[in-house]
T-cell receptor, first 111, second 117 residues
Framework: EDKVVQSPLSLVVHEGDTVTLNCSYEVTNFRSLLWYKQEKKAPTFLFMLTSSGIEKKSGRLSSILDKKELFSILNITATQTGDSAVYLCAVTIGGRDDMRFGAGTRLTVKP | EAQVTQNPRYLITVTGKKLTVTCSQNMNHEYMSWYRQDPGLGLRQIYYSMNVEVTDKGDVPEGYKVSRKEKRNFPLILESPSPNQTSLYFC????????????????FGPGTRLTVL
C-alpha cells in the first residue's frame, strides 16, 4: 500500500531557530513530491521535487529529495511566528492521477 | 482573479439529508479533486477528475458522488450524509493531471466545514 509519512507530527520552536521537517514515502513508481503550507485555511504550494539532490530554495525555506532513501526534508531557517502552520507533503505516482498526502507536521513558532 | 471557489463554506445538517457542495475554478484547469481533512489524518483524496465526464475514486470514496459535466465545475454530493462524514472538505484544481510530466501544483479552494448531526 502506498504510504507517505511525515515527522514529527508537531514541533514547537522559538523565533530564530532552524527546523527540519521530514517526509518519507513508500510508493510504487514515484513521480514527484510536493510541499504545501497550510495556515488556518487552504494549503498553498511551496515546492515540487522530482530529482534527487537538487535543492529548491525560496527565501528561508529550502527542500531536497533523496530518491534512494525515499524521503524529502523541508528546512526553515531563522523561523518567524508567521511560519507557524501545518506543513503537508504529497506524492504523485507514475501512470496514476491520484495524490497521496502525509498527515502533516504542525509547526508552532513562539516569539 | 484566478481562484477555486467552494460553497457553502460552513454547513450543519442532519443524518440522511442529501447535500451538495459546489466547486468551481476559473483557470481552465483540466484536473480537479476533492479531499477531506481530519485531525491526524492529513488530506485524503475522495474523488478526482481528469477532464469533463472523466472521474475516478480516490482513497475514501464511500458515501460520496461527484460529477464533471463542465470543465469549471466539480460538485461533491452526499446522498445520505452520516456523522462520520463530519470533516473539513477541500476542492483543488491543477492545469495538468498528476501523471503528466508537465504537472504542476494544485490550487485549493477555501474549504467547507461540514457537520452532520
Amino acid at each position: 500500500e502506498d504510504k507517505v509519512v511525515q515527522s514529527p507530527l508537531s514541533l514547537v520552536v522559538h523565533e530564530g531557530d532552524t527546523v527540519t521537517l521530514n517526509c518519507s514515502y513508500e510508493v510504487t513508481n514515484f513521480r514527484s513530491l510536493l510541499w504545501y503550507k497550510q495556515e488556518k485555511k487552504a494549503p498553498t504550494f511551496l515546492f515540487m521535487l522530482t530529482s534527487s539532490g537538487i535543492e529548491k530554495k525560496s527565501g528561508r525555506l529550502s527542500s531536497i529529495l533523496d530518491k534512494k532513501e525515499l524521503f524529502s526534508i523541508l528546512n526553515i531557517t531563522a523561523t518567524q511566528t508567521g511560519d507557524s502552520a501545518v506543513y503537508l507533503c504529497a506524492v504523485t505516482i507514475g501512470g496514476r492521477d491520484d495524490m497521496r498526502f502525509g498527515a502533516g507536521t504542525r509547526l508552532t513558532v513562539k516569539p | 482573479e484566478a481562484q477555486v471557489t467552494q460553497n457553502p463554506r460552513y454547513l450543519i445538517t442532519v443524518t440522511g439529508k442529501k447535500l451538495t457542495v459546489t466547486c468551481s475554478q476559473n483557470m481552465n484547469h483540466e484536473y480537479m479533486s476533492w479531499y477531506r481533512q481530519d485531525p491526524g489524518l492529513g488530506l485524503r483524496q475522495i474523488y478526482y477528475s481528469m477532464n469533463v465526464e472523466v472521474t475516478d475514486k480516490g482513497d475514501v470514496p464511500e458515501g460520496y458522488k461527484v460529477s464533471r459535466k463542465e470543465k469549471r465545475n466539480f460538485p461533491l454530493i452526499l446522498e445520505s450524509p452520516s456523522p462520520n462524514q463530519t470533516s473539513l472538505y477541500f476542492c483543488a484544481s491543477s492545469l495538468r493531471r498528476p501523471r503528466q510530466s508537465s504537472y504542476n501544483e494544485q490550487f485549493f479552494g477555501p474549504g467547507t466545514r461540514l457537520t452532520v448531526l
